[in-house]
């Protein structure tokens, strides 16, 4: 368990509108369902909450946001200072002219993709793909069959860890394979895309078949955090993990997925030790099978249990 501050934040932000909650518990955060508890847990009501909580939040205090939880793992001891969720203030999305679509940071991937399908706006059938929250597209350059958030991002917007109101086109972002280079300490809010023209029809049909894909091939109904590895250039990570003889490789009750190894599972009493021991495990060997260095995709935060 940590201090409580949350009586002194509260004190310094008498006209702060979200819930502030002490040594809450994280597991249900992320869907590994694993992590010790959060110092402070902090839901925003909307933008302009966060930026005043931000303006007023000591400049020393940890900060760590989360939308979804799809990509994360939050280590056994927990996480010492605030630990910021975007929830429903940060979920809308919005149809504009000229074929865009504007969705806030913590809008599932999935209803992006189902509002721009349903509008006739093509382009953003990829999202269907990806099992996490824009914030986290914008972060890591999100992509999957054939589609990135290069390829659709026109603007970014978001606040500074001193709650400034920051924008950044999509030159501005950075992109790369997985990487945008917007300084870690910014929070992303909105992202405004644009697609192309196209039949509502043939778009939801193109999403309902990435779905039977990912259902064919990937551990879609367990406690994963999604791809566990980058692709190294040129190399897929799941052939390098099969490779190394990793596939249905345990550790406790965390296993390489039989289905998809690239894929990490949480059977039901993992630690986040278990996944992230097992992962580290798997590393080893295809560094000694392959000469490769496997780079986590997932983020991977907070306090080892002592």
């Given amino acids: 368990m940590f201090a409580d501050i949350t009586a002194d934040l509260k004190a310094r932000m008498p006209e702060l509108r979200g819930k502030l ?51 994360l793992l939050i280590r056994d001891g ?43 706006i093509a382009g953003l059938s990829f999202l269907r793909g990806i099992p996490g929250a824009i914030g986290g597209a914008l972060r890591m350059n999100g992509g999957a069959y054939g589609g ?51 039949n509502p029809e043939e778009i939801l049909a193109e999403m309902n078949a990435i779905t039977e894909a990912r259902s064919s091939t990937q551990p879609v109904n367990t406690r994963t955090g999604g791809s566990t590895f980058k692709n190294p250039p040129g190399r897929k990570a799941w052939e390098l993990v099969d490779a190394a003889g990793c596939r249905g490789l345990r550790v406790g009750d965390a296993q390489v997925s039989e289905m998809h190894c690239n894929f990490l599972i949480n ?28 780079e986590w995709e997932i983020k991977r935060v907070g306090l080892a249990k002592s």
Wanted: hydrophobic share 40%; no cysteine; net charge negative.
């Fill in 21 to 71: 909650e002490a040594n809450a518990p994280t597991a249900p955060l992320s869907w590994f369902r694993t992590g010790g508890p959060a110092q402070v847990l902090f839901t925003p009501v909307d933008a302009n909450d966060l930026a005043y909580f931000l303006q007023r939040l000591d400049r020393g205090v940890p900060v760590l946001v989360v939308g979804l939880g799809s990509n």
């Fill in 78 to 120: 927990g996480f010492e200072g605030v630990v910021i969720r975007l929830g429903k203030g940060f979920a809308e999305v919005s149809i504009e002219p000229d074929l865009r679509v504007r969705a806030g940071a913590g809008a599932p991937d999935v209803k992006v993709a189902r509002a721009a399908a349903e509008a006739g």
């Fill in 148 to 198: 990135e958030t290069k390829d659709v991002l026109v603007e970014a917007k978001g606040l500074t860890r001193t709650g400034e109101a920051v924008s950044f086109t999509n030159a501005q972002m950075g992109f790369t394979y997985r990487h945008s280079s917007v300084p870690d300490n910014v929070i992303f809010t909105e992202a405004l895309f644009e697609g192309r023209p196209g």
């Fill in 267 to 294: 059977h039901g009493s993992a630690s986040a030790a278990d996944i992230e021991g097992l992962g580290e495990e798997v590393r080893r060997r295809v560094r000694e099978m392959s000469g490769v260095e496997l």
